[in-house]
């Protein structure tokens, strides 16, 4: 059973950083690329960040790029997502998930299958 938990989301004020971080279990996590996405309640899923099997590709939406950075640790099946500067309009429920999507000239196509139950981010002074 393919098993995805987030943790380190919490209430921080803006400029602020946090470090979310997924677990992943039920599947050999180094064969996929993954992603991480948020939704604010009301309004669809927003793609945040995408990152390939061995990192060495990393892909960001342009209301985060420079501010937030994605990576994994394939030995410890984790995914990671270190948010720092961050804004009121960052505040989300935050999901890692399993992505079969692509890449080309136009960025990273994403398409999940799998998401896990959530983190909450709350930026606020």
């Known amino acids: 059973e393919v098993q995805l938990v987030e943790s380190g989301g919490g209430m921080v004020q803006p400029g602020g950083s946090l470090r979310l971080s997924c677990a992943a279990s039920?599947?050999?996590?180094?064969?996929?690329?993954m992603s991480w996405v948020r939704q604010i309640p009301g309004k669809g899923p927003e793609w945040v960040s995408a990152?390939?099997?061995?990192?060495?590709?990393?892909y960001y939406s342009d209301s985060v790029n420079g501010r937030f950075t994605i990576s994994r640790d394939n030995a410890k099946n984790t995914l990671y997502l270190q948010m720092n500067n961050l804004k009121v309009e960052d505040t989300a429920l935050y999901y890692c998930?399993?992505?079969?999507?692509?890449?080309?000239?136009?960025?990273?196509?994403?398409?999940?299958?799998?998401w896990g139950q959530g983190t909450q981010v709350t930026v606020s002074s």
């Open positions: 990152i390939n099997v061995d990192g060495a590709s990393l």
């Open positions: 039920g599947f050999t996590f180094a064969l996929y690329d």
């Open positions: 998930a399993r992505d079969q999507g692509y890449s080309d000239y136009e960025g990273w196509h994403p398409l999940y299958d799998y």
